[in-house]
């Protein structure tokens, strides 16, 4: 059983095709089931593509037709962005939405947009090691604030191939520990193989931490385009499967289950 929860449609601004187009897509690859994860913002913001929340019935009206053309379970969840005191915020929009699930991601340190390779600048500016101790930080934030299910791209932070040239696994360890006490899923998110960094999102020693600290997976290929949907995903069970790991979980209402991985 394998179920893609990382997706983006036309409604996300950076991505295209529709839900139609996807749930076609999932039957052809065999992927069991799908969700979408569209980027919502509900806060003032510069120029990020995401979706505003006057998109939402629009959004939840299309997932409905999709969901009653398919054969196979398809999903509703949302992809939002963590900020520093906005956690409250989320919790009380996605309170007023039927979501399967919501994704938390940290995709800013301050107004910099670490994924933005036009500004991949600041790391060495900032420094490698003190911009991996603000992100981790934030992502310790996100998952304590009890808000989100899942965790996305959870090492989002070496995109652009940086890293740190010491031990940083007491970092690692120190996340797993807030996951597992705040019960949020790791992502495994295959759009890090297309990147710089060349590897999954997370590391291998990140999952293998997140493993023995008992944190639960999910599977995202965060396709930006039908024919991404399930890319990497055979790359993100090989390394799943060699951690430890037997099973994934699958949401419906926010409730989570945990089914073998095949
Ligand atoms: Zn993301
Ligand atoms: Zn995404």
Redo the contacts with the bound molecule.
């Keep these: 059983m394998i179920a893609d929860y990382?997706n983006?449609t036309s409604f996300?601004f950076d991505a295209r095709g529709s839900m139609e187009e996807y749930v076609v897509k999932a039957q052809e690859k065999g992927i069991n089931e799908i969700g979408f994860?569209d980027?919502m913002l509900i806060h003032e913001s510069k120029n990020y593509p995401r979706m505003t929340p006057e998109t939402m019935p629009a959004y939840v009206e299309n997932f409905r037709r999709a969901q009653e053309s398919s054969k196979l379970p398809v999903k509703l969840g949302v992809?939002m962005d963590f900020m520093p005191g906005n956690a409250e915020k989320v919790r009380e929009f996605v309170s007023q939405f039927p979501f399967d699930y919501v994704?938390g991601?940290v995709h800013c340190i301050g107004d910099w947009e670490i994924d933005n390779p036009d500004q991949a600048q600041e790391y060495m500016k900032r420094g490698i090691m003190q911009v991996y101790e603000r992100y981790f930080a934030l992502v310790k934030q996100l998952c304590a604030s009890r808000v989100f299910d899942i965790l996305?791209?959870p090492d989002l932070v070496k995109i652009h191939g940086y890293k740190p040239d010491c031990d940083f696994s007491y970092i690692l360890n120190d996340v797993a520990k807030t996951m597992a006490q705040a019960d949020v899923c790791a992502e495994i998110?295959m759009?890090g193989l297309t990147r710089p960094c060349k590897e999954v999102y997370p590391s291998e020693q990140f999952l293998k931490i997140l493993r023995a600290h008992g944190v639960s997976i999910t599977f995202?290929s965060?396709s930006?385009e039908p024919d991404e949907l399930g890319r990497g995903l055979s790359e993100g069970l090989r390394l799943a499967k060699k951690v430890g790991y037997t099973d994934a979980c699958m949401f419906d209402h926010r409730i989570k289950r945990h089914e073998r991985i095949a």
């Design positions: 990382h983006h996300s994860s980027h992809e994704i991601s996305a791209h998110d759009r995202g965060d930006h």
